[in-house]
């Protein structure tokens, strides 16, 4: 699996050099630093706010030892990912349903099969469904997934109704008694009413076979869109409460810092993180490597 420190390093590029320049020196960080800190932390797609807010704070902190501001910046950073508990697998007897919706090229289908492919290696049954019926190729593209990693996918034929397809899938999830199902859907833009209708459509269908489905609705994002990500994730919100974040293509992003304002824009955890292509690729999000791989420490508190 890529690691965080791999995945993070166009994020980071600066940061843990201009959070070291805050450390040198014994009587505290010079105004130069600190503006330098500001830009970078801006630069790697950090909300302006919080990163006013930030060197403001350094900018405050007791002098002291480098060992000691070097926990200070750790802790301050790690106070805006309260996540709460990663997300685990769980297996009760009926299929519980996860919902991915995201705009187009998000990642959502990936997604799909490397959470499938996770809950697998952690003993579960998985079921995918594919409801992007818009294109051929987008059941085409998560069969082939299900097939190289041994999943069965449920699809509907092209142009069939999506909230049907779900609706059959979460009919053959109870009948070959899946633990989970895993519904990744088409993309759609967030400004586009009609579609975001049909998630709904999807959404209510699932409720409809099983009371509770979808038991969660995590948004795909896409680390290379940044803060701008968060606006249209608002949207999608609106039409369909989510319960979670995925974050995609973190390696090669130079804007990962937009993970700080998930939590205080959107309201929900990031659970998952997409860390690179592969089907071994995501990793369940952890704050202190996230924090650790931009400071670049590797070190545990
Ligand atoms: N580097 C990298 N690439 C990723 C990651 N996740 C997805 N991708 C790539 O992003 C591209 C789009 O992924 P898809 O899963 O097809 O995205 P989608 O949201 O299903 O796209 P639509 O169905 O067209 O809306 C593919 O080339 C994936 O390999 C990631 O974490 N890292
Ligand atoms: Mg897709």
Same mark, same amino acid.
């Given at each position: 699996m890529a690691s965080w420190i791999d995945a993070l390093v166009r994020t980071r590029r600066n940061i843990a050099n201009a959070f070291g320049r805050i450390l040198v020196r014994s009587d505290g960080p010079d105004v130069e630093s600190l503006e330098d800190l500001e830009d970078i932390l801006i630069g790697a797609d950090i909300a302006p706010r919080l990163a006013a807010e930030w060197v403001e704070k350094l900018a405050h902190a007791p002098r002291g030892h480098a060992n000691a501001r070097k926990a200070l910046i750790r802790k301050m950073l790690l106070?805006?990912? *309260?996540?709460?508990p990663a997300f685990e697998w769980r297996s009760d007897g009926r299929p519980r349903s996860i919902l991915l919706v995201g705009v187009n090229g998000s990642g959502k289908t990936t997604t799909a099969a490397r959470l499938a492919k996770n809950a697998a290696m952690c003993g579960l049954t998985p079921l995918l469904a594919?409801? *992007?019926?818009?294109?051929?190729a987008g059941a085409d593209q998560l069969r082939l997934w299900g097939e190289r990693i041994g999943c069965d996918v449920v699809a509907g034929a092209s142009g069939a109704d999506a909230a049907a397809v779900a609706y059959d899938a979460l009919e053959a999830a109870i009948a070959r008694k899946a633990d989970t199902l895993i519904v990744d859907t088409a993309g759609r833009m967030h400004t586009q009413a009609p579609l975001l209708q049909e998630l709904q459509k999807i959404s209510r269908s699932l409720s409809k076979r099983?009371?509770?489905?979808?038991h969660e609705t995590w948004i795909v994002l896409d680390a290379a869109l940044g803060q701008n990500a968060l606006s249209q994730a608002k949207l999608f919100n609106d039409a369909v409460p989510l319960t979670g974040a995925v974050v995609t293509?973190?390696?090669? $992003? $130079?804007?990962?810092?937009f993970i700080f304002s998930i939590r205080r824009e959107l309201?929900?955890?990031?659970l998952w993180a997409g860390l690179?292509?592969?089907?071994? *690729?995501?990793?369940?999000?952890?704050a202190e490597e996230y924090v650790d791989a931009l400071l670049e420490t590797g070190e545990k508190a």
């Amino acid at each position: 699996m890529a690691s965080w420190i791999d995945a993070l390093v166009r994020t980071r590029r600066n940061i843990a050099n201009a959070f070291g320049r805050i450390l040198v020196r014994s009587d505290g960080p010079d105004v130069e630093s600190l503006e330098d800190l500001e830009d970078i932390l801006i630069g790697a797609d950090i909300a302006p706010r919080l990163a006013a807010e930030w060197v403001e704070k350094l900018a405050h902190a007791p002098r002291g030892h480098a060992n000691a501001r070097k926990a200070l910046i750790r802790k301050m950073l790690l106070g805006h990912l *309260d996540h709460g508990p990663a997300f685990e697998w769980r297996s009760d007897g009926r299929p519980r349903s996860i919902l991915l919706v995201g705009v187009n090229g998000s990642g959502k289908t990936t997604t799909a099969a490397r959470l499938a492919k996770n809950a697998a290696m952690c003993g579960l049954t998985p079921l995918l469904a594919a409801t *992007d019926t818009f294109r051929a190729a987008g059941a085409d593209q998560l069969r082939l997934w299900g097939e190289r990693i041994g999943c069965d996918v449920v699809a509907g034929a092209s142009g069939a109704d999506a909230a049907a397809v779900a609706y059959d899938a979460l009919e053959a999830a109870i009948a070959r008694k899946a633990d989970t199902l895993i519904v990744d859907t088409a993309g759609r833009m967030h400004t586009q009413a009609p579609l975001l209708q049909e998630l709904q459509k999807i959404s209510r269908s699932l409720s409809k076979r099983m009371e509770g489905a979808p038991h969660e609705t995590w948004i795909v994002l896409d680390a290379a869109l940044g803060q701008n990500a968060l606006s249209q994730a608002k949207l999608f919100n609106d039409a369909v409460p989510l319960t979670g974040a995925v974050v995609t293509k973190l390696d090669g $992003s $130079s804007k990962g810092g937009f993970i700080f304002s998930i939590r205080r824009e959107l309201g929900i955890p990031v659970l998952w993180a997409g860390l690179g292509e592969g089907a071994d *690729d995501l990793a369940l999000f952890n704050a202190e490597e996230y924090v650790d791989a931009l400071l670049e420490t590797g070190e545990k508190a």
